[in-house]
């Protein structure tokens, strides 16, 4: 059942960054940023979207979207947020001076380039990867593009992977 294996899946994702004891309220929060993404990108890997025209725009899997992959990265970073002042309080704001009040700036830097990050790694490559499927489509219509739309799913797969260990482990630096 696939509903089990992508929770069964997820849940080990969270549990090997998150730790027995911490893991388990986080698991429906990772596996819907797991699920998203990896429909999204599938969507935009199986279908050639930018081929078909319509007259207000253009098709694409959601996640081609910069708009969408940042309120992905905000909503990671709105949640290790939550998760650390729930667990913490006010004393969590306290990890911004450790280990000397020097290092502020760049701990404050590092929470924005935090989410900048996880929304232009993911946009980068599945927009690289639908350019190339289109491109390819266009000048070599039928064979040739399905080896890189077959690299696209996986690179799609990896993707989702990547944004939700990333997310989980976000989190386990805010928890800990």
Not at 11 to 21: C, F
Not at 28 to 55: D, H, M, Q, R
């Amino acid at each position: 059942n696939f509903q089990e294996m992508a929770l069964g899946f997820t849940s080990d994702i969270a549990k090997n960054n998150l730790g027995e004891s911490f893991y388990r309220p986080w698991v429906p929060f990772i596996t819907t940023i797991f699920l998203f993404i990896f429909v999204s990108n599938w969507s935009g890997a199986i279908v050639p979207w930018k081929l078909l025209e319509i007259p207000a725009g253009e098709l694409a899997a959601p996640t081609n979207n910069i708009n969408t992959t940042v309120a992905l990265s905000l909503l990671t970073s709105v949640a290790y947020f939550g998760g650390g002042l729930t667990k913490k309080g006010l004393g969590y704001f306290a990890r911004y001076v450790k280990p000397t009040p020097i290092l502020l700036p760049i701990n404050i830097l590092e929470d924005f380039t935090k989410p900048l990050s996880l929304s232009f790694r993911l946009f980068g490559n599945v927009l690289a990867d639908e350019l190339t499927v289109a491109v390819l489509t266009f000048l070599v219509p039928f064979v040739i593009p399905l080896p890189i739309m077959a690299l696209g799913i996986f690179a799609g797969s990896i993707q989702a992977l990547i944004f939700s260990t990333l997310a989980s482990a976000y989190i386990h630096e805010a928890l800990e």
